[in-house]
């Protein structure tokens, strides 16, 4: 259990631990336009990941949860070492697709490991809850300062290569150590819906990043490549409803749980993107903070998601309805980032620590929660493809919203900057420099407004749960009833 802890705040903090070298990173590999592209070192990492995921799961139920942890382990650890390595913006990009091959199995797999060593009521009762929380609280608060004392004391690159010696102890861990039943699922993978399912990620992502930037929405581009993405997503529907083994069966989308639940971890997934990066940028070029101070302004936001996760995960094993504690922490997420988005150049740094151990309050009460109420209610047997499912959904939902939200941004700074970059507003002066800090909080501003919508779209979906469907998840494992 405690090898499986280690991956997952492996995974978490390669999500967190980026945003506190942004800014070095850009001045190294392409100051100019360095940070107009930094939504593509989310955005690779999210859609290599987001491509292979339901064939992680397939591969679980085919090969073994432990064999497929072992080569996802593998792959990130190369995908790392590439990053650290790198000579161009173009390639740190490349290879952050690397590594989110890795890293797409890291925490979608060590749950379905986690899933096999406990027992239905232990794994639907206080344990999911507080092992989510206290996890992505350690990431989210390790992650960026560990990313920002590395970047200060010995360069950016050390940001990925720190990620070797860990990932090396997991890897030995796994295979001396964890011992899972052999996997009884037939030995035939659908490599065709995978690819198809690759296309349509692929495809809605570059719609979302080219549309209205780098092409008018109307161009030939963009509706071809919107006419494609629809296709793919035509032929993967239809796959799925015709392979033998389908990577994401469509029988649990007549699950309404199930499929509410990766509704909502796809929209969560998208708003935390809007939060965690954007709020690294803003203290650090609007506010001329440290990128080590920076990251402790984190660290309210980690203990409200740890506290969180801590209290629901007991709570719903005492039989509280989790639907509760989910539509309160959407509620309490979308305020938290409705005030960010009001905050300006001269907001109090104290108010800003509030508002994101409040978005830290909310998030804790979804994450892990939504893992368990679809490994709850979706059959067991398809419990590997369940659980990499709602991965599936929340890497989709990270890619569009880094794509979008970094759309969002340069087009908003660009309209009171015209021809300026952003990367150009730490090295202006004067009256100059202040115009441009407005600007860049400006688009920031609207940046936390869009994600607090998209958290309030997860809070609708989550007052459209029906209790009863969630009952076997605040303690005992059950099968939700079709919708």
């Not at 699922?185 to 979302?208: E, Y």
């Not at 909502?264 to 101070?293: D, E, H, W």
């Not at 998601?305 to 007991?314: E, I, N, Q, Y």
Request: aromatic residues 6%; contains cysteine; hydrophobic residues 55%.
């Amino acid at each position: 259990m405690l090898l499986c802890l280690v991956t997952i705040v492996l995974a978490v903090l390669d999500m967190n631990i980026v945003s506190a070298a942004t800014v070095p990173i850009v001045r190294d590999l392409d100051p100019v336009h360095g940070v107009d592209r930094l939504p593509w070192l989310v955005s690779a990492f999210a859609l290599a990941a987001t491509a292979l995921l339901p064939l992680y799961g397939r591969l679980c139920d085919v090969y073994g949860a432990k064999r497929v942890l072992l080569g996802a382990v593998g792959t990130f650890l190369l995908g790392s070492a590439l990053c650290g390595a790198a000579r161009s913006m173009d390639q740190l990009i490349a290879f952050r697709a690397v590594q989110g091959v890795g890293g797409g199995g890291l925490m979608s797999v060590t749950m379905v490991v986690i899933a096999q060593f406990k027992d239905p009521e232990e794994r639907g009762g206080a344990k999911g809850g507080a092992v989510g929380g206290i996890v992505a609280g350690l990431g989210m608060a390790v992650g960026p300062l560990v990313g920002a004392l590395l970047t200060d004391h010995l360069g950016w690159r050390w940001v990925f290569y720190v990620n070797l010696p860990l990932g090396l102890l997991v890897l030995v861990g796994v295979a001396l150590v964890v011992r899972l039943p052999r996997a009884t699922g037939r030995r035939s993978l659908d490599f065709v819906g995978a690819a198809l399912a690759a296309a349509f990620a692929t495809g809605l992502l570059l719609v979302t990043e080219w549309g209205g930037k780098d092409h008018a929405w109307t161009s030939p581009v963009i509706l071809g490549l919107a006419a494609a993405t629809l296709a793919a997503l035509g032929l993967f529907l239809w796959r799925q409803a015709t392979a033998a083994e389908p990577v994401l069966p469509l029988s649990l989308f007549r699950i309404r749980a199930v499929r509410l639940g990766f509704a909502i971890q796809g929209l969560v997934g998208m708003g935390m993107v809007g939060s965690i990066m954007y709020v690294m940028l803003y203290l650090q070029i609007a506010r001329g903070v440290a990128p080590t101070s920076a990251s402790l302004y984190l660290v309210p936001m980690a203990a409200g998601m740890t506290a969180a996760g801590l209290l629901v995960g007991r709570l719903t094993g005492r039989g509280h309805p989790p639907r509760t504690f989910l539509a309160a922490g959407a509620a309490c997420a979308t305020l938290a980032l409705a005030l960010l988005g009001l905050s300006g150049p001269d907001t109090a740094l104290w108010a800003v620590l509030a508002e994101l151990a409040l978005l830290g309050c909310g998030l804790g009460q979804l994450i892990g929660q939504l893992v368990t109420v679809v490994q709850e209610t979706a059959p067991r047997h398809q419990l590997g493809v369940a659980t990499t499912g709602i991965r599936f959904f929340q890497s989709l939902g990270s890619a569009l919203g880094a794509a979008l939200f970094g759309t969002v941004l340069t087009r908003v700074f660009e309209a009171g900057e015209p021809g300026r970059p952003l990367g150009a507003v730490r090295a202006l002066t004067g009256a100059a420099h202040e115009h441009a800090v407005r600007s860049f909080t400006d688009a920031v501003d609207v940046v936390f407004l869009s994600a607090g919508g998209v958290l309030a779209l997860a809070l609708v979906c989550v007052l459209r749960l029906r209790p009863a469907e969630l009952a076997g998840s605040a303690g005992s494992a059950g099968v939700a009833p079709a919708a």
